[in-house]
């Protein structure tokens, strides 16, 4: 229930926030992306089309048959390959046989805040689908969602506008294990991560959920 009403508190955020003509800061993101691909040691700059909008995401496959795949989503202003979480992520993820796709997402200018993210929010959404069918079009449809910070809120957004978030949540049980929960046969996992260091990661060789599925 309480994760219900944070979903309709967001989509309300975005109502009354919207503006028409409100978008995210596109020479930033840009400088970003170029930030990336001047130190980038691991993986692959590619562009995406999310709609007509050109974007950038790091992928990176590992050496062997992928277990699937993980579509890393970054915190508020940051970049795809941030060096204090997104960036040994997706690294450590690939090592332990993950397809990774890390999504530059809608950023702002550095001193922005978070109510100043939210109209901007849904401009992440059809990178979302973007990266799914780049990924998918790949042949691999085991696919996780893996969001940080304001990257988590685009993922509630998206989850939301698809009403299917509860047939495809990664949960953990009473006893710290994780269990896989779903209603149907669709190979699609979600979870969102507030601590993203690598290491408990890795060991669990899923993404590990440290709050609750929406």
């Known amino acids: 229930m309480r994760n219900f009403f944070g979903s309709c508190l967001l989509s309300a955020l975005i109502g009354l926030f919207a503006a028409p003509g409100y978008a995210s800061d596109r020479e930033r993101e840009a400088r970003l992306v170029a930030e990336i691909e001047a130190n980038i040691f691991d993986g692959e700059v590619i562009r995406l089309d999310a709609e007509g909008v050109e974007f950038a995401g790091v992928e990176m496959a590992p050496t062997d048959e992928p277990r699937g795949a993980v579509i890393l989503m970054h915190g508020r202003g940051f970049h795809a390959d941030w060096p204090e979480n997104i960036g040994p992520l997706r690294v450590a993820l690939s090592e332990a046989g993950w397809h990774t796709l890390s999504l530059q997402l809608p950023v702002l200018e550095k001193t922005a805040k978070y109510f100043d993210y939210v109209p901007i929010l849904p401009e992440a959404l059809p990178r979302i689908d973007a990266a799914i069918s780049h990924l998918k079009g790949q042949g691999i449809d085991r696919i996780v969602l893996l969001s940080h910070s304001c990257g988590a809120h685009m993922a509630m957004l998206w989850l939301e506008k698809k009403q299917r978030q509860r047939d495809r949540c990664l949960h953990r ?23 993203t260091r690598a290491g408990p990661i890795r060991r669990a060789g899923l993404p590990c959920c440290t709050s609750s599925c929406p």
Do not use: E
Request: proline share 4%; charged share 25%.
């Open 173 to 195: 049980d009473w006893h710290g294990r994780h269990r896989l929960q779903a209603a149907d046969a669709t190979p699609f996992l979600v979870c969102f991560a507030d601590d």
